[in-house]
């Protein structure tokens, strides 16, 4: 039989509720969504079991998702890098030694002196009370350069920073400012754990004409129906190259800020099991319903199962 003929077997998942002091040794067994704070999960996760890492942490002061203990809504920008590099040392911890984590980020500017920002309409999650007050440092106007002041403290605590990938985003909204360029793209960094010797099959993913992968990548936003209540999903497309390059299948992929599931989707899709984690009980219910409709199977224990080292949700 060709062994294209073959069908995949549908990824399998189980959702847990996080319960801090009880570890995950079954959820990395498997592919699992938890519900619960990133780092307190990060802590309870063994160490060296997680191949690579693809996540998208929430940007600073940009959005409010609407629950206590959000990443994002720290006061000082340097409390939020702060907050995220602690979180990465645990990153780190749960990372194999050969494995690498691709980091999206957004920037965002300071308030140039506004300290309300109007509801914005098409996206309720915009519509953010208050403004921090400008950095110390920094000046009205500036950008902040957030993604930047990430990636030099993660190198300072052992990080390689690998690469700067740019995500260009050919269909990016218009921005009604007069002084400046609209924003057209983000961040991507590539981190390995040490110098040479993680896992990177640069034969894995060819560009346009054959080439190698390059830095700038072309990618359309995209919005999908079931994420309607959430405002900042990966394309898969940019998640792919990621995920096809940095593991195989059967390893295990993490997104610590999991948000509709975009990154399960793509890793289960490739063959790779999986790990999210998210804050927001609705928006994990969201990366349930996505991939049980793309033909996972979620085969969360009830109260009574074994299955589970934790409550199911
Ligand atoms: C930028 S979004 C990620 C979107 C995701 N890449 C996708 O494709 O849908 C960031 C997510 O982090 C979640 N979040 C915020 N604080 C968190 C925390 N402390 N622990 C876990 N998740 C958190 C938010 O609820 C939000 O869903």
């Known amino acids: ?17 996080h319960t801090l002091g009880r570890g995950y040794a079954d959820a990395v067994e498997g592919s699992s969504l ?15 079991s997680v191949q690579t890492v693809v996540t998208s942490p929430p940007y600073w002061s940009l959005r409010d998702y ?6 994002g809504l720290e006061e000082s920008v340097y409390d939020f890098i702060d907050h995220l590099a602690q ?16 980091l999206n980020i957004g920037d965002s500017y300071t308030s140039g002196g506004r300290t309300w920002r109007a509801p914005d309409r098409k996206n309720v999650a915009r519509a953010m009370s208050l403004r921090p007050a400008t950095p110390d440092g920094l000046k009205p106007k500036d950008l902040i350069g957030v993604p930047w002041r990430l990636a030099f403290a993660l190198q300072e605590r052992g990080w390689y920073l690998r690469s700067d990938i740019i995500w260009e985003k050919p269909n ?42 390059r830095t700038v990548w072309p990618i359309k936003t995209q919005a999908f129906r079931e994420a309607s209540g959430h405002f900042a999903t990966f394309p898969p497309t940019l998640v792919e190259p990621c ?24 890793a289960g899709s490739l063959g790779r ?6 804050l927001n009980p609705e928006y994990l219910t969201m990366a349930t319903r996505r991939l049980t409709k793309a033909g996972f199977v979620d085969i969360t224990p009830d109260d009574s199962g074994e299955a589970g080292s934790d409550a199911a949700l």
Do not use: C
């Open 243 to 266: 995920v096809t390059i940095a593991s195989e299948p059967g390893d295990l992929v993490l997104d610590p800020f999991v948000g509709s599931g975009t990154t399960p989707l793509v």
């Open 34 to 48: 938890i519900l619960g704070d990133a780092l307190g999960v990060l802590s309870a996760m063994p160490a060296q």
């Open 66 to 71: 609407g629950i206590d203990g959000q990443v």
């Open 273 to 278: 099991r999986f790990i999210g984690i998210e």
């Open 87 to 102: 979180l990465f040392d645990q990153v780190w911890r749960v990372l194999r030694d050969d494995g690498t984590l691709w």
């Open 172 to 213: 990016a909204q218009p921005e009604s400012v007069r002084d400046r360029p609209t924003r057209s793209h983000e961040f991507v960094f590539f981190f390995s754990k040490r110098e040479k010797g993680y896992k990177y099959d640069v034969d894995a993913v060819r560009g346009p004409n054959g080439r190698r992968l």
């Open 1 to 17: 039989m060709d062994d294209s003929l073959i069908p995949l077997r549908a990824p399998r998942f189980a959702r847990y509720e």
